[in-house]
C-alpha cells in the first residue's frame, strides 16, 4: 500500500510539473509499456516507435488525468490506441514476422557461455513455436493476454486501457485462452501447458534481463491448466541456472518437439540460405544453366559428365506476406565462394525487380524477376516432379524434414574443387523491413522497364480459336505485389455460341449461354496457366509450376528473349499438347497453342495474347465484370487442367 500512495505522489508531482517526478515517470512507464507493445505487436522497431510515441502523449496529457490512481489503465490506453491506429491504417492485426525472436530475444538468452548447448537448442526451439502460436492472435488478443498474465489486471481496468466494457474483456480473455491452447496444442503442447508457454514467452519479451527473472503467471488466472502446470520450477529459474529447462519442460507437459524445430508448411513466412552457383561448361547459352541459388537443376537432362565451376556462394531471402501458396518477394546476394566479399546482387520489394551491378556501381530495375522454378517451401512431391521434367545432377543431395516436409538441408558435390558445400534452411528468420531498400542519391539507377511494368500493371486482350469455336476476351493483370490489391488480377473469356469463363476477385465461374452458373471455383481458378507475375515469380516458371501442381509432363527450353514450354499429352490426362510462347524480356505469355496427335504443331487452335502499354483511354471495355450471384457449392480448382479441356473442346461439358 506504502508504494501504491508513493506512486500515486510521483504522478501527481509529474502532474504539477516537477521535472525530475516527470522523468522518473516516464522511465516506469517507458519499461512496462515497452513489454506491453512488444507483446502485442511482436515487432522491436514498430515497438520503439510506437512507446516513444506513447510517452510523448502521455507527457503532454497527463495533466488531464483525473484520477492519479488510473495511471497505469490510462497510459495503457494510450499505448493501445497508438497500436490499434497502425494496424486500422495497414488493414491487419496479425504479425507477419519473427526477426525479433531469431535476431535480438532468443539471441541473449543463448549468449551465456555457462548454459550446454543441448539447452539453449531447445529453448530456441521452444521460443519459436510458442511465439508462432501468439503471432497467430489478433492483435486485441495478443493485449489482453499481456494485460491480464503479466500487468495482472483486474478486468475493469483492462475494459479502460483497451477501451471496452467489463464482460466483453472476460469473455475476450476467455476465448483466447482456448484459441491459443488450440494453437499450442497442434505444435504438440499438451492441453495443460498454456502457463508454461505464457511464462516462457513473458521471459523472452521481458524489457530487462532482471524483468524476466520476476515474471510469473499466477495459475488462477488460467483456470483449468493443469496442476504439472502451475508447479513448474521453470516459471522461477534463471535462464543461466537451467542449461536443460526445456528438457524438463517437455517432461512435464508432455511435449513432443517436432523434428529439426521446423514450422508446419502453413506457418512458413520467410526462407532464408545460402547456396552454391555454378556454371555448366559445356552449355551452349541455348539452354538456361543451373540456377544460382534455386532448389531445382538445370532445363536440360543433367548426367554429371558435363565439367562445372563455381560461380560463387549466393546468399537468398524470401518472404511470403500470405503464405507459401501466395506471392513471394526475393533478395539474392552473390559472394566469392569463401563469402568474403560481395559482387552482385537481386532484388525485389513488391515494387520492382531491381539489379545492382557491382563492378559499374548502378542499380538497374527491370520487367522480370529471378528464376524460381522450385521452392523450399514446395511441397515434396512437386518439387520432385519438377526436376524430374528439368534434371537433377546426382551429386546435389536433399534433406527434407521428415514431419513437415520442408526442405533442411542439401550438400552440393556438383563442382569438384568446393567439397560438401552444405546450404541449411531457416525458416521464419525475416522481417518485412528487410526488403525495404534504399540507396545514396549519387547512385545511378538505370529503369528498363517498359511502361505497363512502370506502371505496375495493365489490362489484356485474348483472341484466338479452339475447333471451329472462336475465342475473345480481356482482363486486367499486376506485375508486381504492392499493385495487386488495388488493381486486382480478372479475366473474361468468351466462347462463340458456347459458354463463358470469369474470374474475379470474389470468385471464378463457368457460365452457360443464358448466364446461369454451371460452376463456382475458388478466385484464381482461371489464372492457373496463365501470366501471373504479381506472385514475384516469371511468367516462364509458373507455367512449368502449374504443370508440376497437376503432374502434367511438361518441355522447355529458353533463350535470352523468348522461353517455350510444351504441355505433354499425357493417357489418362488428356489428348492434347499445349506449347506457350513466351516473351522473356516482358515476362508474358505471348501466346497458348493446342494441338492433337503426334505433330506437335499447333495448328489453327491458339489463344493470342496482347497487353495495353497505354490503359488512359482503355473505355468502358475494360470495366471489370461483376460477379454473379450464385449458391452452387464451391468446388476444387481444376489447376491448369481447364486450360487442356478448353483446348479439347470440353470445358463446358463439367
Given at each position: ?569 499425357d493417357e489418362g490426362a488428356s489428348e492434347t499438347d499445349v506449347t506457350y510462347s513466351i516473351d522473356m524480356a516482358r515476362d508474358v ?66
Open positions: 500500500m506504502a508504494e501504491q500512495i508513493n506512486f500515486c505522489q510521483l504522478v501527481e508531482q509529474a502532474r504539477q510539473g516537477n521535472r525530475e517526478s516527470m522523468d522518473q515517470l516516464a522511465r516506469e512507464a517507458e519499461l512496462r509499456l515497452r513489454a506491453y507493445v512488444y507483446r502485442t505487436t511482436l515487432d522491436e522497431e514498430l515497438t520503439n516507435d510506437l512507446v516513444q510515441e506513447a510517452l510523448l502523449e502521455m507527457v503532454k496529457s497527463l495533466k488531464g488525468l483525473r484520477r492519479v490512481q488510473n495511471f497505469w489503465p490510462w497510459v495503457f490506453r494510450i499505448a493501445s490506441n497508438k497500436t490499434i491506429d497502425y494496424f486500422r491504417m495497414r488493414k491487419s492485426s496479425r504479425t507477419r514476422q519473427f526477426s525479433t525472436l531469431e535476431d535480438s530475444l532468443l539471441e541473449s538468452v543463448l549468449q551465456d557461455e555457462t548454459q550446454e548447448a543441448l539447452g539453449a537448442v531447445m529453448r530456441r526451439e521452444l521460443g519459436q513455436m510458442i511465439f508462432r502460436a501468439i503471432a497467430t492472435l489478433k492483435h486485441r488478443q495478443r493485449a489482453i493476454l499481456a494485460l491480464r498474465c503479466f500487468e495482472e489486471m483486474p478486468y475493469p481496468q483492462i475494459a479502460q486501457a483497451i477501451g471496452c466494457t467489463e464482460n466483453e474483456a472476460r469473455v475476450s480473455f476467455f476465448r483466447t485462452k482456448q484459441v491459443l491452447k488450440k494453437l499450442l496444442s497442434r505444435r504438440g503442447f499438451s492441453k495443460s501447458s498454456l502457463l508454461m508457454a505464457l511464462i516462457f514467452f513473458g521471459k523472452l519479451t521481458a524489457p530487462t534481463k532482471a524483468a524476466a527473472l520476476n515474471v510469473t503467471v499466477k495459475s488462477s488466472v488460467l483456470k483449468g491448466v493443469g496442476a504439472k502446470a502451475a508447479i513448474l520450477g521453470f516459471a522461477k529459474t534463471p535462464w543461466a541456472a537451467a542449461p536443460a529447462a526445456a528438457v524438463l519442460i517437455a517432461a512435464f507437459v508432455g511435449l513432443n518437439l517436432p523434428s529439426g524445430g521446423l514450422p508446419d508448411r502453413s506457418e512458413v513466412r520467410s526462407v532464408h540460405f545460402v547456396s552454391q552457383g555454378v556454371w555448366d561448361m559445356s552449355d551452349s547459352g541455348s539452354s538456361s544453366s543451373s540456377s544460382s541459388s534455386s532448389f531445382g537443376g538445370s532445363s536440360r537432362s543433367v548426367d554429371g559428365a558435363r565439367p562445372m565451376k563455381t560461380k560463387g556462394a549466393y546468399e537468398t531471402w524470401m518472404y511470403f506476406p500470405e503464405g507459401p501458396d501466395g506471392p513471394v518477394i526475393r533478395r539474392d546476394q552473390r559472394y566469392n565462394i569463401e563469402q568474403t566479399e560481395e559482387q552482385c546482387g537481386w532484388l525485389q520489394d513488391g515494387n520492382a525487380n531491381y539489379y545492382y551491378h557491382a563492378g559499374e556501381k548502378r542499380i538497374y530495375i527491370r520487367n522480370d524477376p529471378l528464376s524460381a522454378l522450385v521452392l523450399a517451401t514446395d511441397p515434396p512431391e512437386s518439387a520432385e516432379f519438377i526436376m524430374a521434367m528439368t534434371g537433377s545432377h546426382p551429386n546435389l543431395k536433399y534433406i527434407r524434414d521428415v514431419k513437415t516436409g520442408l526442405l533442411a538441408g542439401k550438400i552440393d558435390n556438383r563442382v569438384p574443387s568446393v567439397k560438401d558445400f552444405k546450404t541449411k534452411y531457416k525458416y521464419n528468420s525475416l522481417s518485412p523491413k528487410f526488403f525495404e531498400y534504399g540507396w545514396g542519391a549519387d547512385t545511378e539507377v538505370v529503369d528498363e522497364r517498359d511502361e505497363m511494368h512502370k506502371r505496375g500493371w495493365t489490362y489484356f486482350k485474348i483472341n484466338g480459336r479452339v475447333g471451329a469455336k472462336s475465342i475473345s476476351g480481356r482482363g486486367r493483370i499486376p506485375f508486381v505485389y504492392s499493385v495487386s490489391k488495388n488493381h486486382s488480377p480478372w479475366v473474361e473469356l468468351e466462347i462463340a455460341d458456347g459458354f463463358r469463363i470469369l474470374d474475379t476477385g470474389r470468385g471464378a465461374y463457368l457460365l452457360e449461354r443464358g448466364g446461369a452458373v454451371s460452376g463456382r471455383y475458388p478466385p484464381g481458378s482461371f489464372f492457373k496457366g496463365l501470366c501471373r507475375p504479381w506472385m514475384g515469380i516469371r511468367a516462364y516458371d509458373i507455367v512449368r509450376r502449374d504443370a508440376a501442381e497437376k503432374r502434367i509432363r511438361f518441355e522447355n527450353e529458353r533463350f535470352a528473349e523468348q522461353g517455350w514450354v510444351r504441355l505433354l499429352a505469355i505471348e501466346s497458348i497453342g493446342f494441338s492433337q496427335g503426334e505433330e506437335g504443331d499447333s495448328g489453327e487452335d491458339f489463344l493470342q495474347f496482347s497487353y495495353l502499354d497505354e490503359v488512359a483511354d482503355a473505355g468502358a471495355e475494360f470495366i471489370e465484370p461483376a460477379a454473379p450471384d450464385c449458391d452452387l457449392p464451391l468446388a476444387e480448382s481444376m489447376g491448369i487442367i481447364w486450360l487442356l479441356r478448353l483446348g479439347e473442346g470440353t470445358l463446358g461439358e463439367l
